[in-house]
């Protein structure tokens, strides 16, 4: 099977303290902690556990610029067999929408199986997966905890739902689906590994490679900001010594029925 | 002025609580005309839903299709692009089906994307203005899209607080003869419903919540006791539940159960939104944390800035003093 | 005249000619199973071990022939001591024997005359204080049986049983001998020895029955010694022929690791195809002589912390294990088997991961067999193949990106000096650096440490700074636990700037950080650890310390402190030091005491026990009658504060590191 896996360079927010800069209006970017994002990491080891099964290959692209490098390479250095870079000036400030346009025509210009991005990354949007599906005219699942591998051309999946339920689902291939973390447990990857691949060429495609439309990759949902929200009245803090508190607390939850 | 429409997520003949909160989200955008309803699904349940909606929606469409019996996103989705103008602007919980439906319908509809939106702001022009998180809510920003040609706006549930507008005696639609052909290239298969394990957490009416700070899984002893001492039970968030020291059962969140107790105490929990989703029907909350920063005082009624560890066995011996007469602990 | 061996007959053959060919084929066969079982050290990774050949004699002379240390468990020690003399006093005798086989006028060397006399004396009562020490052996096996001989359960019980056939074995050869004594012609023999005690018996017996009791224990001595000498090369006796080896060739600088591969140097490591054992002949040769050396006297797995606490390691079996792989896929009769990957087959990742390197083990073995090298290697191994424990990925890739395990902003590191310690920037030259590592700088509780660390080394005014955002994490637990790739560029990011700044000694209070820097990093200047700097300004007198009230205190010696780096005195003296100080030793002290559960990457792994080594260790305080504990390691101060919690002992006792104490103390 080819699985393509769409993946992104995010500030990793376990390592970072994302604050506002001196602008007020934007975040602090000296400083900060680069990684590939957490479900598509897991996305990754998912297509390296199934090619394992099935045989085939893995492919990681990502979208952006020769800093976004060293997550593919990372992603190589787990065991994916090739990884693209698309980079072109044409592409910066595009929005999701955009991003599944560029990807979209990078699928088309070649021939996958399965494409698999993480749930969502730093942005919490979750929508380039349904976006690309979309465009593609493939069926999508999102949240997906499981994939098995049936004949004829099908996968049956499960789907994280509410109350921690799992919906199983048979889907037909080619298909987009978005991973949820936990799915799998990711192998390690060391520095070894890294600087093994740390001389590969990455093949990087321009707009002009892909013959997508500058149109379709400008951003229709603009961020004007970043802001913290003023704190607002929040919690009535309690303090005094530590029995004063424990007191006031008691107090407070036998009034409102918490204790039996 | 575009007409407006909310998605209503339903199950088992209840309409989900994000069927009160979209008309609120709806109101901020500033349209003169109320929003409509849509709902699909089949048989005897989805009447009973469309029926229960009429206080809150003066217009319901009611779309009723055996193949809708199990909202498959990838069905309905083919059903809204079939229904809902060119140009309208739909509203979806930003919840497990609407991540699973909206980014593809907005591309169907050819209309601009919004995910996970927590406030709206109004209209600028041809623009709408609304407010996001990004970094797992460390941060805000104002977003602006166009929506001439319509929107997809997925709502935060729990954003918008229900008001009590006046009751809008609404008017069932049945739209289901323009649903359209109804086949798509997954299909559902079943549920597997998580196991409930020895206590149910969505039925317990006082929680002790232990997150992160609980520190280690032996730690999780200090809160059963204060649970066995105030006759509450223990449930906690997504990072112990990973670490496997409690069961997915007793997680509170959207990745986990949805509880309604009367009083909830959240220990060493950071307040994600993802596990305050799971927390509804506005408790009495307590936040006990060690970090003084952390955003659960945000949405806390009171807070308390203290080690957990050391807190709750005091808690626990105060609730014990007074409760001096035996047998009064609970069975856990 | 009594009829000699070799004329005599044996159903129809004479003595020489029967017992020349039982000679030969014993020893044809001994060769046979010798070569086969070296013919894996063959094919093992080599191992330079030819260096320094007086001290490896002194450690011959010290753990082999002295027996050094066997009474650290007093009953067995003792009784292994006098079967061991025993043994060596009876090698001549039992060539002499076997000489009277094939020729007559056999005499050993020497051992002629006056010497030879006082030798029958002396062998005498060696074989029968031999025969009695492995009746005992014998009785405590079956009888007492000591928890460290059990199988756990799962694994076969043959190994008891096949201790007792070798003991009985033993007990039959000395049986045999002085039988063959007392119906041998010649002195009469020692008064209350076994040959005594059958000569004797036999005092009336007729002289055809001597006779035949004589041939008929000579051949039963014949059978027994052969079947003995083939037999040991075959499980635990083994270590009979190869202890004189596996001692002479013991790793002598116990505190370095072993590199990831001899004579591949650091900066040519990404050459290998391949890091760490993975496959049984990823092991040095050595490595493989210490399996076939194991007597399985289980010291080492009755010392071992991980599996007091009821984690599934326990230092024995990975020893035994191998050599059962080695002898299944290297079998005497028959070809070898294909190799197989040990991990997974013979060892589970949860076994190699819970270990501490607390190193109580490798204190402990009488036959100084290695364990730390092989379970880092074995990690090196699961490292290489992406198989870390997921528990310890985040703090792996924290310490990749932000040079700490925390995934704290490289410059907070030095926050929690709030400005009182200089940094080393080159242009104020200073002649220590304290350096300080991840914890003490990060850790809210553990911060107090390094403050108190440096108001001291500013009272004795020591001319110091630190390295600040500069520094990163030394990298000690890193590699033991695999990752040596990411350690080495920790170690040469460090190395850099500590070479840059200048200075001519280094001073630390952790212990993890402080072996690194001594053993781990190369052309470092000389390195102290806090204990040593107080000791010696607490003899010097530029330290005085108030006395203290009441309490009664203990010292839990960190591991890395004590047993890897010998510092045990240090510490006490400077406790000692403090007037009325009331100062207890917990039973399990100095080089036997009880790692509290880790340091570094240990403390972000989550293992599966039963109970927590931290909180054994603090019961272990309490019985002791203390009421403080003192450490010296910051980890130590984590897992004992965080133990003293977990066993509800708070407001019983307490943990303090003895330099927040000595800060306490300081008289102003």
Known sequence: MEILVCAKRVPDTSENEIQLDASGKDIEHDDLVYSVNESDNYAVEEALQIVARTGGSVTVVTVGGEEDEEILRREMAMGAGRAVLISDPAFSGSDGRGIAAILQAFVQAGHYDLILTGVQADDGCAQVGGMLAAMLDYPFASLVTSIEVLQGGELKIGREVEGGSKELNAIELPCVLSIQTGINEPRYVGMRGIRQVASVAIPTLGASDLKVDAGECAAKVRRLDYFVPPAGKGAEMLDGSREEVVDKLFNLLKAKGGLN | MARIFAFIVHNGGVADDSALELPVAAGKIGSPQPCTAIVTGWGPELDIVCHSLRATYSEIWKVAAEPLAYPNAELVRKALVNLVPAGSILLVPHSHFGVDLSPGLSIRMNAAYVPDVVDIEGVDGKNLRMVRQEFGGQVSSHVQCGFSAGAVLNIRPGAFRPSQGAAANGQVVDKSAEAGSLTARRRFLEIIAAEIGDVDITKEPVLISVGRGIGEQENIAIAEDLAAAMGAAVSCSRPVVDAKWMDKSRQVGSSGQTVRPKVYLACGISGSFQHLAGIKGAPFLVAINKNAKAPIFRVADVGIVDDVLEFLPALAGRVREESCVPGKERRQ | ?668
């Open chain 3, 1 to 668: 005249m009594e009829e000699s061996i070799t004329q005599s007959s044996y159903w129809l053959v004479s003595g020489r000619v029967l017992f020349l060919f039982l000679h030969l084929v014993g020893l044809i066969c001994f060769a046979y199973i010798v070569a086969k079982r070296l013919a894996p050290l063959i094919q093992a990774e080599r191992d330079p071990r030819w260096d320094k050949p007086l001290v490896r004699l002194s450690n011959v002379a010290r753990y082999w022939l002295c027996q050094w240390r066997h009474p650290r468990y007093l009953g067995a020690g003792v009784i292994h001591l006098l079967i061991f003399a025993g043994f060596l006093i009876l090698v001549s005798r039992a060539a002499t024997i076997l000489a009277l086989g094939v020729s007559d006028r056999f005499a050993a060397p020497l051992l002629t005359g006056r010497a030879g006399q006082m030798y029958a004396i002396t062998q005498a009562y060696a074989a029968t204080v031999v025969f009695l020490c492995v009746v005992i052996a014998a009785i405590r096996r079956i009888v007492f049986r000591p928890a460290r001989y059990q199988s756990p359960a799962g694994q076969p019980k043959s190994r008891s049983v096949d201790a007792i056939f070798l003991l009985a074995l033993i007990g039959i050869l000395m049986l045999a001998d002085a039988l063959f004594e007392a119906t041998s012609a010649g002195h009469p023999a020692p008064a209350l020895s076994l040959a005594w005690l059958f000569e004797n018996a036999l005092a009336a017996a007729p002289l055809p029955l001597l006779h035949n009791l004589r041939l008929g224990t000579y051949l039963v001595h014949e059978f027994t010694f052969f079947f003995l000498l083939c037999y040991r090369p075959f499980g635990i006796q083994f270590h009979v022929e190869t202890s004189l080896f596996t001692i002479y060739f013991a790793k002598l600088d116990r505190s370095v690791l072993k590199p990831v591969r001899w004579g591949i140097s650091d900066e040519n490591l990404d050459q290998l195809p391949s890091l760490g054992v993975k496959k049984f002949e990823d092991f040095t040769w050595k490595h493989i002589l210490d399996f076939y050396s194991c007597a399985d006297c289980g010291r080492c797995s009755d010392q071992c912390p991980a599996k007091a606490a009821g984690r599934v390691l326990s230092p024995k079996l990975l020893t035994t294990k191998a050599r059962d792989y080695s002898f299944r896929h290297y079998p005497v009769l028959g070809k070898p088997e294909p190799a197989q990957a040990l991990v997974g087959t013979v060892y589970s990742e949860e076994e190699i991961w819970s270990c501490t390197t607390c190193g109580a083990c490798e204190a402990e073995c009488p036959l100084l067999v290695e364990y730390i090298d092989k379970i880092v290697d074995l990690r090196r191994g699961l490292v290489d193949d992406g198989k870390a424990p997921q528990s310890l990925h985040k703090p792996l890739k924290a310490m990749e990106s932000r040079g700490n395990p925390f995934g704290k902003p490289e410059k907070k590191r030095a926050d929690w000096t709030q400005g009182s310690v200089p940094l080393l920037n080159g242009a104020d030259a200073k002649d220590t650096l304290y350096f300080v590592d991840s914890i003490t700088s990060y850790d809210d509780r553990i911060q107090s440490i390094g403050r108190a660390t440096a108001r001291i080394l500013g009272k004795l005014r020591m001319n110091f700074g630190i390295l600040g955002a500069k520094e990163r994490d030394s990298g000690h637990d890193v590699r033991r636990f695999g990752e040596e790739t990411l350690f080495l560029a920790l170690r040469d990011h460090n190395t850099e700037a500590i070479q840059a700044s200048g200075v001519r000694r280094i001073v630390t209070a952790d212990p993890h950080a402080y072996n690194a820097l001594k053993h781990d990093y190369r052309d470092m200047p000389p390195v102290e650890h806090t204990t040593q700097v107080m000791a010696r300004a607490v003899r010097t007198g530029q330290l005085r310390l108030n006395p203290v009230e009441n309490g009664v205190f203990t010292y839990h010696d960190p591991c890395y402190l004590g047993r890897h780096n010998g510092i045990y005195e240090d510490p006490r003296d400077v406790l000692d030091s403090i007037p009325g100080l009331r100062r207890v030793e917990m039973k399990r002290c100095k080089d036997r005491s009880f790692c509290c559960g880790g340091g570094g990457l240990a403390l972000f792994y989550e293992a599966k026990e039963e109970q927590r080594m931290g909180v054994m260790r603090v019961r272990m305080a309490a019985e002791a009658g203390a009421g403080t504990i003192v450490t010296a390691c910051p980890y130590c101060m984590v897992n004992i504060e965080d133990a003293i919690k977990v066993a509800g002992l708070e407001g019983q006792m307490t943990a303090i590191d003895l330099t927040e104490l000595v800060d306490r103390q300081m008289t102003s």
